[in-house]
Nanobody, 122 residues
Framework: QVQLVESGGGLVQAGGSLSLSCAAS????????IAWFRQAPGKEREFVAARWWSSGFTNYADAAKGRFTISRDNNKNLVYLQMHRLIPEDTAVYYC???????????????WGQGTQVTVSS
């Protein structure tokens, strides 16, 4: 079992920044890929960013490139999504996901957190 818990969401004005955290626990030794997805009302769950659990290699959606950064804590149990220059289109529930690889397809991730709401006001 792997447990993922997101935190850090909130309300921010356009142009501002937020940093989300994902705390991983349980059988973290089994993790290979970890990612952030987001889902706005009426839309499909959308890939945001991913990285290997034990590697610095990262992958970003076009909408996230240059504005968002996925990173790991030195203790290897926290994953962050640093978001800058936020725009209203970034408003969504943000989810942390983990699985056996580095994918952009949400269906390929086995573990999910409960999500944290990010709202960007205009």
């Amino acid at each position: 079992q792997v447990q993922l818990v997101e935190s850090g969401g909130g309300l921010v004005q356009a142009g501002g920044s937020l940093s989300l955290s994902c705390a991983a626990s349980g059988r973290t030794y089994s993790l290979r890929g970890i990612a952030w997805f987001r889902q706005a009302p009426g839309k499909e769950r959308e890939f945001v960013a991913a990285r290997w659990w034990s590697s610095g290699f990262t992958n970003y959606a076009d909408a996230a490139k240059g504005r968002f950064t996925i990173s790991r804590d030195n203790n290897k149990n926290l994953v962050y999504l640093q978001m800058h220059r936020l725009i209203p289109e970034d408003t969504a529930v943000y989810y942390c996901a983990a699985g056996s690889g580095l994918f952009e397809d949400a269906h390929l991730y086995a573990y999910w957190g409960q999500g944290t709401q990010v709202t960007v006001s205009s």
